[in-house]
């Protein structure tokens, strides 16, 4: 297993590689460059000019590129002009606080997501499965970032029980249970999405599995039924179940871009949004390699612990 | 990292005991009440530096324009220039020596002291690229003072400025954030990272930074026009303007800018005041008089007649904004043409126009802006404007760009792009707009932003002289004459004069917007 990962690892080099390509000739296809967003109204060609040698723009693109290269083998990420921060400090403060959103949102979609599709499946069309089948289409069915508005409207202005945005309190606060307030509300319209996801698939994994003949003969050994449904079946259906949440991953991350936006959570996402919106090609790339890298560990990580439940999965 | 973030702040011993006040209540009635002395401000993104000479966006501006001071500034509510660093001034015959007297006594936040040598060092660093510490930028609005010959500290407390050529905006461009004094003992010893820590004479000093969470400033107690009465100022950086309308509702931030035109009437009953400031911007459409039929002036003339202005401004914009006349706005009240009465709202003069050049049933391309700087609404605005061109005749078809994107095709030119194209400006002087975007000179090819091609000799001369010329009064004149030339010509749908917007909550008092649109929090009381 190690020389495995060891192997993946390696392979997520050209995959960067060609992420950071793909993002470099985005950011040069569409119109408008740094000096231009910084310059607004007043960006005459001479302007723009000096500009782009002052922010050392005017190289080629290529040269650009392969500078950039060169500096980040060094781990240097270059220096954000737009936040006149260093790339790296910048990336690393926001995408903690993108992780701690992410991270919960996650474990609370999985934790949910398969308590309710497991409960769906093990009562298959009594009033639990109906209740939870709907709620499910209802949660599927919301946008996020409409659900956070509304979830603001309510729990922050009307019952006012909870802050509006941020991470941390202006005033006091900045101990966990300041961040925990806070991260309720972003979380919780983070995962609805998920946890529907989620509550669907490992329905139907629970299902297929509750058919199979082993199921049958731990019945028929007098093993109770609950026993039966959390550790017997629920165990194989997990061989299914994992890589859905491995792929929910993927979209709790992106998801997290609305979310961040909406509470002005100060996460990657909306750091890239600035980013790209300010033409920062080098903060742009900074994020999207370590957003990129993630996806990959998640991947993997996703991969492993199949293996490691299903013996026929191949390392 | 996340240690980070768990670190407590505190601002000062008498700040941290209000802090931890505030939690104490704060149990139950939520994070929401700051204490008093302590305005929380929501700013529309966060700031990009704190060095006034790197930035260009007005959202920085309002923190700066409260940490550093000029040597002159807009007088209260005006667009005129009064002392400030400098006490006194003298301007040569020729327009070309300007020569400046220091207030004494006054030091910058980190107690060096504030002198002829250190205003030598401000505008050598932005203009001279051998500076020692040019390298600290870029600094993108330079040429603001680039009819800067020579800068000379005659003594400790006397300041020359030699001019290349009568530059007759030079006095407003100093009270423009651009032409705030740094202290050349930061830039030294911060470099590059100055921005983040910068350091000014102003009514408060830089207190900490915390990326997109709040910078904080407290009061400075020795500032030379008296201590502001305010303790500290947090500016939160809320991009979203649903989360910032929120946070004002739920009592998250004390003062909230830019608010959403359909969000208003939220804060119209108790609680709050709404603080309404015209400002020198100007929403227009550039016509392009190259080619397609925008080259006759009679339809030129029928799409200001076409365009329902007021809809726009009372309905699309909720009474945000005001009709524009001219190319001038008003908030430039000495050199603005009363007499100048905006197009009327007229389908069918402007139907006739259109048959006397008989150019009926014309389809024109519109490009449009997903949003930018001072473009207010420009998606609904551009399809009411759609719509009143259509019930005259004309077959529009609109592009939308995002902002960046919608520059880069703007700013090079309208041929072989589109017909007309949004565009908005706001200049803290009546020169540099029309100077900018109305000469011959000035077409794109020239590096100007005449993107329409508008060009009337009689326009340039005026705007040549007025320009150079140092007397105030010849100016107004000068300008008033060219207005009425334009709106004559047309070159432009003059649309909207934006109002900025304000809203505070009860506990704070003295507030006040300004025409130049900074944000000035000296004598703001907040109980």
């Known amino acids: 297993v190690g020389r495995y990962i060891l192997r993946r690892l390696l392979s997520a080099i050209p995959v960067l590689l060609g992420i950071t390509v793909i993002v470099f000739l985005i950011m040069s296809l569409i119109p408008g460059d740094p000096a231009m967003a910084i310059l607004g109204s007043y960006a005459t060609p001479e302007n723009v000019e000096r500009l782009n040698r002052q922010l050392g723009l005017d ?111 202006i005033f006091g606060g900045g101990d966990l249970k300041d961040l925990l307030r806070h991260l309720v509300m972003p979380a919780a319209a983070l995962s609805v999405v998920a946890t529907g996801v989620i509550a669907r698939l490992s329905r139907s994994a629970m299902l297929e599995v509750l058919r199979q003949d082993f199921v ?45 936006m909406v509470f002005q959570w100060p996460g990657v996402g909306r750091m890239l949004v600035e980013a790209i919106l300010r033409r920062d090609l080098l903060l742009v790339q900074g994020g999207v390699v370590i957003v990129a890298a993630c996806y990959v560990l998640f991947n993997l990580i996703v991969d492993v612990s199949q293996s490691l439940l299903d013996p026929r999965v191949k390392t | 990292m996340v240690a980070l973030y768990l670190t407590r702040w505190y601002l000062g011993t008498g700040l941290a005991a209000a802090a931890m006040a505030a939690v104490g209540f704060g149990v139950t009635a939520t994070q929401a009440q700051s204490p008093p002395g302590v305005l929380i401000v929501g700013q529309i993104a966060e700031p ?64 060096s002291p504030f002198d002829a040598d250190a205003v030598v060092f401000n505008f050598e660093r932005m203009l001279d690229e051998d500076h020692p510490y040019h390298d600290t930028g870029p600094f993108p609005l330079s040429f603001f003072f680039s009819a800067i010959d020579e800068v000379q500290a005659v003594d400790t407390h006397t300041v020359e400025f030699t001019l290349n050529e009568p530059f007759a905006p030079f006095l407003s461009n100093l009270a423009y954030p651009t ?224 902002w960046n994107s919608f520059l880069g095709v703007v700013n090079p030119g309208l041929e072989g792009q589109g017909d007309m194209a949004q565009m908005a400006w706001m200049t803290n002087d009546p020169d540099t707009l029309p100077f900018l975007t109305l000469r011959t000179e000035a077409f794109p090819e020239n590096g100007g932003f005449n993107s329409g091609y508008y060009s009337n000799p009689e326009v340039d001369e005026l705007l040549e002289k007025a320009r150079t010329s140092t007397d105030q009064d010849e100016r107004a004149e000068l300008y008033r004459e060219m207005q009425e030339i334009v709106h004559e010509d047309a070159p432009w749908v003059f649309v909207a004069n934006w109002k900025q917007n304000a809203v505070t909550s009860d506990a704070v008092e003295n507030f006040a917007l300004q025409p130049s649109f900074f944000l000035l929090l000296h004598d703001v009381v907040k109980n």
């Open chain 1, 59 to 169: 190289r080629t693109l290529i040269e650009q590129y392969f500078i950039w290269l060169g500096n980040i083998v060094q781990g240097d990420f270059g220096r954000s002009f737009s936040l006149n921060r260093p790339v790296l400090d910048e990336v690393l403060d926001r995408f903690s606080a993108t992780l701690i959103l992410a991270g919960v949102s996650l474990v609370t979609c999985s934790i949910l997501g398969v308590a309710a599709g497991v409960v769906s499946a093990a009562r298959q069309y009594g009033p639990a499965d109906k209740a939870i089948t709907l709620a499910v289409l209802v949660g599927i069915s919301i946008p996020s970032f409409f659900l956070g508005m509304m979830m603001i409207l309510l729990f922050a202005i009307q019952l006012r029980w909870l802050p509006v945005s941020g991470m941390y309190s």
């Open chain 1, 216 to 260: 049958r003969t731990a019945r028929a050994k007098g093993v109770p039924e609950s026993g039966v449904v959390w550790r017997h079946a629920l165990k194989v259906a997990m061989v299914s179940i994992i890589p859905v949440i491995g792929v929910q991953a993927g979209f709790v991350l992106s998801g997290a871009v609305y979310i961040e």
């Open chain 2, 48 to 111: 990009q530096s704190l060095d006034p000479h790197a930035v260009t966006a007005v959202n920085d501006f309002r923190i700066l324009m409260n940490v550093y001071d000029g040597l002159v500034r807009y007088a209260d509510g005006t667009l005129e220039v009064e002392p400030a660093l400098a006490t006194d001034w003298e301007i040569s015959d020729d327009g070309l020596t300007y020569t400046f007297t220091l207030r004494e006594g006054v030091n910058f936040h980190d107690g």
């Open chain 2, 179 to 402: 032409g705030l004094i740094v202290s050349p003992a930061a830039v030294m010893e911060h470099g590059e990272a100055f921005g983040r820590n910068p350091s000014g004479t102003g009514a408060f000093r830089f207190e900490e930074w915390q990326s997109n969470t709040r910078v904080v400033v407290t009061a400075n107690p020795d500032y030379w026009d008296g201590a502001p009465s305010l303790e500290a100022v947090v500016f939160r950086p809320l991009t979203d303007a649903n989360t910032r309308v929120a946070e004002m509702l739920a009592g998250g931030i004390d003062v909230m800018v830019e608010v959403p035109p359909t969000a208003l009437v939220q804060f119209e009953g108790e609680g709050y005041t709404i603080h309404e400031q015209a400002g020198p911007h100007v929403w227009f459409l550039i016509l392009n008089t190259r080619e397609g039929p925008f080259t006759d002036v009679r339809v030129r003339q029928a799409a200001n007649y076409a365009i329902d202005k007021r809809a726009i401004v009372e309905d699309v914009l909720e009474g945000t904004a005001t009709i524009a006349a001219g190319p001038t706005p008003e908030a430039f009240a000495w050199a603005y043409n009363d007499d100048l009465e905006p197009y009327p709202y007229d389908p069918d003069r402007a139907r006739e126009l259109l048959a006397e050049a008989g150019v009926e049933g014309a389809e024109l391309t519109f490009l449009v802006t997903e949003g930018g700087s001072g473009m207010l609404d420009p998606v609904p605005m551009g399809t009411v404007i759609q719509s009143n061109l259509a019930d005259v005749g004309f077959d529009v078809s609109i592009r939308t760009y995002e």
